[in-house]
């Protein structure tokens, strides 16, 4: 598998799907007070594509963190994933029913757990649907394999990392979040959090990088968007981690592999109330 992008097609899903290696994963997560939306996995059930496997986000994740879903250990990650049937060897293809929102987190997660062979299907179910592929409602058969993660620190940043950063200016710092709570002139989703943003930083919502039909913009619109950032380290941050990894798909997808997450994001950052916050 070529890395020269880390976006697959739905066309090329169907070619593909019944190779050896190939292992399919739903990501599809809802945030848990958009209580008018089905879960992910409540929709995972509804219809998947054939063989694909459940990632939860909340569950595949640090249960001792006081955020959410904060990446676990490669320990706890490895045990996770190789009940999925995911195991060393594999070309996982990651997707969602909800513009990336978590596939491009889960496709970061393996790989700053070492795992390289690991794409995003552009466009997601949606795409999947619209190219005329077969659903299935039951999950799949799986059997355990071996898997070994590598954690690699170069693509996760701690609030001490992000906090040197926004007075260094050494590494830019993107937000996904929308203009609104970035300006902290919309409140946040979370209860108790206020808005606003990490000082430095720069905004570029996640929505902007995604086209009209749920597939990410041409590399020549995300030139256009990112252009400023293309020479430069990145942190991606967001409301708690999840369309940070928007940003860094899109950039990988310019070329650009090595852009780092804050994993705790606003929810770690707003939650402390030594943490500079600059609006406006």
Not at 11 to 24: E, F, K, Q, V, Y
Request: charged content about 20%; hydrophobic content about 40%.
């Amino acid at each position: 598998m070529s890395q020269a992008s880390p976006l697959v097609s739905a066309d090329w899903l169907r070619t593909n799907i019944s190779a050896p290696d190939i292992r399919i994963v739903d990501a599809t997560w809802e945030l848990p007070f958009l209580v008018a939306r089905q879960s992910g996995r409540t929709q995972y059930d509804s219809g998947h594509i054939p063989g694909a496997v459940f990632f939860d986000i909340d569950d595949v994740a640090d249960q001792e963190s006081p955020f959410p879903h904060m990446l676990p250990d490669a320990v706890q990650f490895s045990s996770k994933v190789r009940k999925l049937g995911l195991g060393d060897g594999n070309h996982i293809v990651i997707y969602d029913s909800n513009n990336f929102f978590a596939s491009a987190r889960v496709w970061w997660m393996f790989r700053a757990m070492g795992h390289r062979d690991v794409s995003v299907l552009n466009g997601g179910y949606k795409a999947w649907l619209s190219a005329g592929g077969e659903i299935e409602d039951l999950p799949p058969r799986v059997s355990e394999r071996h898997y070994t993660a590598r954690q690699r620190a170069d693509l996760i940043r701690s609030k001490d990392q992000v906090l040197a950063a926004s007075r260094n200016a050494r590494e830019v710092i993107l937000d996904a979040r929308s203009p609104g709570r970035f300006a902290g002139t919309e409140p946040e989703p979370r209860e108790g959090l206020p808005s606003g943003h990490i000082p430095g930083s720069v905004c570029v919502p996640a929505s902007s990088l995604i086209d009209a039909s749920g597939r990410m913009e041409s590399p020549e619109a995300l030139s256009r968007l990112l252009a400023d950032f293309l020479d430069q380290p990145v942190i991606a941050t967001c409301g708690s981690g999840v369309s940070a990894a928007i940003i860094a798909l899109a950039l990988a997808h310019l070329g650009h592999w090595e852009t780092a997450i804050y994993d705790g994001s606003w929810t770690e950052w707003a939650s402390d109330p030594d943490s500079p916050i600059a609006r406006q």
